[in-house]
């Protein structure tokens, strides 16, 4: 990292330092910098809802980062915590992460500030379709303009909720179910947006654990067999990614950490059980698959492989990052490091995959969704007969040929001819490993870029750059 730039404060802060020093590598004309840092424009909106027999006001954001390329993209997000300037902060992420995985989208995020827990289904319904009121008539949702998703507090309820209110908004709008993704399957979802955040983890510590140069440049050797993995956050993105971790590359879960505690086995733990426990109690107090501890405040410091915070934002303090005893962290969450943390564990060669890599799954499977309903057919639809004809051909060919049957346990996979999970997570693979792949490469080309979060930024400011270059900017 270059050493020209102060290390910026808060959430927006660091990525404006990121974003800062990625342009110290590259040589972008006057202005153009200004032009990629700033965020376009922050909404504020402020509404009231009438329930439980009075009128209650919230106030939500939606800020747009960069609108190089429409639409632009970003989740909403429901908390308590939340504020204008880290909505533009995550929009400003959602810029770089979308130009790295090259998305043809631009960069935004929302939020409304609202504890789930402290209402009924019924009342959060109410809350999200005014929400969404609100967003139509400024222009802040759409299939061509701004297409929101699932974030922290929200999943697929709330955006069919939103797509429904917005369908009878834009009724004359064929493409109107395209205004938002990660709906559920009924509703114009795809199969495998569930799972796509923990399964791009997955997908990009395996592209980690076969680079021969990346290991070579950290000292590693090995495989990813057998690694001890601590995970804190059990939601969508850390329950899925220890999930596949455990289940396929046979890693071992020896820590997970929740907000009200957390449990620790050596030995590893199984998943889909650890979940069935949590769902049902709601913390991991009790439960005897590890040990457990109610004071979470040196979850990290333990002795493991792999630590992938996969919560909120601004958990490694620099004290921490100083102690911390690991060969990898993976930045499941957005922005689980802020940069003086950073910092600290790059001069300690800890390598960190960052967040705007980590966790692009769920924005790439998006994508796939969103393209699926704007063509208004299913993925593989028009070729799965014939393919699967073809196929057959060759099977029974080669079983004539050679006057021997196909083990069924390939023979049957290879004649299913490919469902639309299997095309979501062939499709998310290959993005993210393209993308892992031109990390990699600049990493290589350019040996002053020395960790793979600068090579990242470097790759996603040059790439909006070129778009307003070619908008003649
Ligand atoms: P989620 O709400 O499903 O899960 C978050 C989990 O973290 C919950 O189980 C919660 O109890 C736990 N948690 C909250 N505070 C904690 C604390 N202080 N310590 C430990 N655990 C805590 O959210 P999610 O969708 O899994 O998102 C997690 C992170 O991933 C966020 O940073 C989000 O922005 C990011 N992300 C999510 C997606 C997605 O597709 N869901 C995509 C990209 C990035």
């Not at 330092?17 to 910098?33: F, I, K, N, R």
């Not at 029974?396 to 049957?412: G, I, N, Y």
């Amino acid at each position: 990292m270059s050493d020209n730039n102060q290390l910026g404060h808060g959430f927006l802060g660091s990525i404006n330092h990121y974003m800062s020093d990625a342009m110290t590598y590259l040589d972008l004309p006057e202005g153009l910098s200004e032009r990629i840092l700033q965020c376009n424009s922050t909404y504020t909106v402020k509404f009231g809802v009438r329930l439980r027999g009075k009128l209650f006001s919230f106030q939500g954001w939606r800020s747009v980062h960069s609108e190089h390329i429409s639409p632009v993209k970003g989740g909403i997000r429901y908390a308590m915590n939340v504020d204008a300037e880290e909505v533009e902060a995550l929009a400003a992420l959602m810029s770089m992460k979308c130009a790295l995985v090259d998305l043809p989208f631009g960069g935004s995020k929302g939020a409304l500030m609202i504890d789930p827990n402290e209402w009924e289904a019924d009342e959060i319904e109410k809350i999200t379709r005014r929400f969404t009121q609100e967003l139509a008539r400024r222009n802040l949702i759409g299939p061509g303009q701004n297409v929101p998703a699932p974030d922290v507090g929200t999943g697929e309820r709330e955006m069919a909720w939103i797509a429904d209110e917005y369908v009878r908004h834009a009724q004359n709008d064929v493409d109107a179910r395209a205004c938002v993704t990660g709906k559920p399957l009924g509703r114009g979802g795809i199969d495998g947006r569930t799972e796509a955040t923990g399964r791009g983890v997955q997908y990009a510590i395996q592209a980690f654990y076969k680079d021969d140069a990346m290991l070579e440049k950290y000292g590693y050797e090995g495989a990813l067999r057998d690694k001890r993995i601590v995970v804190q956050g059990f939601g969508n993105v850390g329950y899925h990614a220890v999930k596949f971790l455990s289940e396929e590359d046979a890693c071992r879960i020896t820590r997970v950490i929740e907000y009200n505690g957390m449990i620790t086995n050596d030995d590893g733990m199984d998943v889909e059980a650890l979940k069935s426990y949590f769902s049902e109690n709601g913390s991991f107090k009790g439960c005897d698959l590890g040990e457990y501890s109610e004071d979470v405040s040196e979850g990290f410091l333990i002795d493991c492989d792999i630590i992938i915070p996969a919560a909120l934002e601004d958990v490694i303090s620099e004290d921490v990052a100083e102690k911390i005893s690991t060969e990898l962290i993976v930045e499941a969450a957005n922005g689980p490091i802020s940069a003086a943390s950073d910092k600290i564990i790059q001069d300690r060669n800890i390598p960190i995959m960052p967040d705007m890599f980590v966790n692009s799954g769920g924005v790439i499977v998006s994508y796939f969704e969103w393209v699926k309903n704007l063509t208004h057919i299913p993925f593989g639809l028009m070729d799965r007969r014939s393919r699967v004809r073809n196929r057959r051909v060759i099977v029974d060919a080669m079983e004539t040929m050679t006057e021997r049957a196909f083990p069924s346990d390939v023979r049957e996979p290879f004649l299913a001819g490919g469902s639309e999970l299997d095309l979501v997570r062939s499709g998310l693979e290959d993005v993210m490993l393209s993308a892992y792949e031109r990390i990699s490469k600049v990493m290589h080309d350019d040996p002053s870029i020395k960790d793979m979060r600068t090579a990242s930024y470097v790759i996603a400011v040059s790439t909006i750059a070129r778009a307003y270059r070619e908008l003649g900017l």
